[in-house]
């Protein structure tokens, strides 16, 4: 499997080309109140070419504008502190480099030492729960970024007990984005979606719960039956070889056994932390900018109580190292998602009112859809929301530029809006599973130190088995007049 920048490279060469076959175009935007907040989106009869033909592109761009060698640093510093790509950039580096300061400690490794000791045989239990828990995760707040520290937390712990770091990723960030694309309440994909198309907010929300619990029952029973095959025969894990590292921080944890003076003080602080930020996301809707503050805050904590009572011999220096490593570890994820954001740009953004070939894409799907009816046209608003989620895989941006098409759009071909939402849910939430333009996936990816193409190999049938039943919804829904 090539690496994961040689496939970025070619997918930028692709839509590098696309300048040359495709115009840009443009929509006009207007401004909607959407469950009580002011949300800019399209209007979908505002569509026009941005010239007579393709455009083309330059290989080389001076003055700051975009061109083909120019995508990686575009994408690297494009965006804000909220969101991609400088924004999420920052969060994952700080998130690792603040994670660094916690395991520096060696507090939490000899904690989930004494957990894998009282409950390995429990195992494929808790793994149900965890599926059940970050799944709800999704669909309630719909975790995204959030699940990165999770993920750097239960990698160890799973492949102590022997199971491997996709385990790991199955129970923490596949779970949240089958809550995600399955929920009745997501504030950022679902309920913005009903709010664009008229549907009143959480309708249908007994049908969607069957769905989520459907969803994340076979997901976890797929995740015990993996990881018992893992557990078993543990070279048969596509991961084997990269878990090396987690196998042998086990070893050495296993070498202490018994917590020292001052680990309790480090698991009450990070325990504390981990609620903060829960309550923060909760409560107080925090995002990025304080998300990863607040895990910086937590690191700088824990790295002082680890050095005041000398354990692992932390110094103020070894801990300034450890907080390098951390981030270090993460830094290929974060030049990922640059990556990624330089494709989109090369395409020409995703602002609705400048000339983009996503606006054109997205323009010719909605007139090709209206040429169906029925339950087909269903079928394909959930492959074209599953493919356009590389572009814009923000819930709340994909909404805002599809759903003002997909909606009346429904009305014309004879789908209900409720449908047209369902299909957007779905496609926006289960292709989060394995897209690379995902900052949560890459960042979790980064945490259990796989490679987005080993990951891909893995998570395609997987993909392929929710996709299935994602159609088998959307077609039944469509068939019902849900």
């Known amino acids: 499997m090539p690496d994961t920048y040689l496939i970025l490279l070619v997918v930028a060469l692709l839509a590098f080309a696309l300048n040359f076959l495709i115009p840009a175009g443009t929509f006009d935007t207007v401004t909607r109140v959407v469950n009580g907040v002011e949300r800019t989106v399209i209007d979908p009869a505002s569509y026009q070419s941005a010239?007579?033909?393709?455009?083309?592109?330059?290989?080389?761009?001076?003055?700051?504008?975009?061109?083909?060698?120019?995508?990686?640093?575009?994408?690297?510093?494009?965006?804000?502190?909220?969101?991609?790509?400088?924004?999420?950039?920052?969060?994952?580096?700080?998130?690792?480099g603040a994670f660094g300061l916690v395991f520096a400690s060696g507090s939490v490794e000899r904690g989930l030492f004494q957990v894998i000791a009282r409950?390995?045989?429990?195992?494929?239990?808790?793994?149900?729960?965890?599926?059940?828990?970050?799944?709800?995760?999704?669909?309630?707040?719909?975790?995204?970024?959030?699940?990165?520290?999770?993920?750097?937390?239960?990698?160890?712990?799973?492949?102590?007990?022997?199971?491997?770091?996709?385990?790991?990723?199955?129970?923490?960030?596949?779970?949240?984005?089958?809550?995600?694309?399955?929920?009745?309440?997501?504030?950022?994909?679902?309920?913005?979606?009903?709010?664009?198309?008229?549907?009143?907010?959480?309708?249908?929300?007994?049908?969607?719960?069957?769905?989520?619990?459907?969803?994340?029952?076979?997901?976890?029973?797929?995740?015990?039956?993996?990881?018992?095959?893992?557990?078993?025969?543990?070279?048969?894990?596509?991961?084997?070889?990269?878990?090396?590292?987690?196998?042998?921080?086990?070893?050495?944890?296993?070498?202490?056994?018994?917590?020292?003076?001052?680990?309790?003080?480090?698991?009450?602080?990070?325990?504390?932390?981990?609620?903060?930020?829960?309550?923060?996301?909760?409560?107080?809707?925090?995002?990025?900018?304080?998300?990863?503050?607040?895990?910086?805050?937590?690191?700088?904590?824990?790295?002082?109580?680890?050095?005041?009572?000398?354990?692992?011999?932390?110094?103020?220096?070894?801990?300034?190292?450890?907080?390098?490593?951390?981030?270090?570890?993460?830094?290929?994820?974060?030049?990922?998602?640059?990556?990624?954001k330089g494709i989109v740009l090369l395409l020409g953004g995703d602002d609705p009112q400048g000339a983009s070939i996503l606006n054109t894409v997205l323009h010719a799907a909605g007139n090709g859809l209206a040429n169906l009816s029925g339950a087909v046209s269903a079928w394909f608003m959930l492959a074209f929301q599953t493919v356009f989620n590389f572009f814009i895989t923000s819930g709340s941006g994909q909404a805002a530029l599809t759903m003002p098409i997909m909606a009346p759009l429904g009305d014309l071909v004879g789908v209900t809006r409720q449908t047209a939402v369902l299909a957007f849910q779905l496609g926006d939430g289960l292709s989060n599973i394995i897209v690379p333009t995902s900052a949560s996936l890459m960042g979790c990816l980064g945490a259990a130190r796989l490679d987005w193409g080993i990951w891909a190999r893995f998570a395609l049938p997987l993909l392929a088995g929710l996709f299935l039943l994602a159609s088998v919804a959307v077609l039944l829904a469509a068939a019902v007049g849900f």
Request: neutral net charge; proline residues 4%; hydrophobic residues 55%.
């Open 51 to 96: 010239g007579d033909g393709p455009a083309g592109m330059a290989f080389f761009a001076e003055g700051g504008e975009i061109g083909l060698l120019n995508f990686a640093f575009e994408g690297m510093v494009s965006g804000t502190k909220w969101g991609a790509s400088i924004g999420v950039f920052a969060f994952i580096l700080l998130t690792g």
């Open 119 to 340: 409950n390995r045989k429990a195992g494929h239990f808790y793994l149900a729960i965890l599926c059940f828990l970050f799944s709800l995760g999704g669909a309630v707040f719909g975790m995204g970024e959030e699940v990165i520290p999770f993920t750097l937390i239960l990698v160890p712990l799973l492949v102590s007990m022997g199971y491997d770091s996709i385990t790991a990723l199955l129970v923490t960030y596949v779970a949240t984005q089958v809550g995600f694309a399955t929920s009745w309440m997501n504030p950022f994909g679902v309920s913005i979606a009903q709010g664009i198309a008229g549907v009143p907010l959480m309708s249908g929300s007994g049908p969607r719960m069957l769905l989520w619990l459907l969803a994340t029952l076979g997901l976890s029973v797929y995740t015990m039956l993996y990881a018992r095959r893992v557990q078993v025969r543990p070279g048969v894990s596509l991961a084997f070889d990269s878990d090396k590292v987690f196998r042998d921080q086990s070893a050495a944890a296993g070498r202490l056994q018994s917590m020292v003076r001052g680990d309790g003080w480090v698991l009450l602080l990070f325990l504390a932390g981990i609620a903060w930020m829960i309550w923060g996301v909760v409560e107080r809707s925090y995002f990025l900018p304080e998300i990863a503050s607040q895990f910086f805050t937590m690191g700088i904590v824990i790295a002082a109580v680890a050095i005041a009572f000398g354990l692992n011999g932390l110094t103020p220096n070894k801990a300034a190292s450890a907080f390098k490593e951390g981030a270090q570890q993460l830094l290929p994820a974060a030049m990922v998602v640059a990556f990624a």
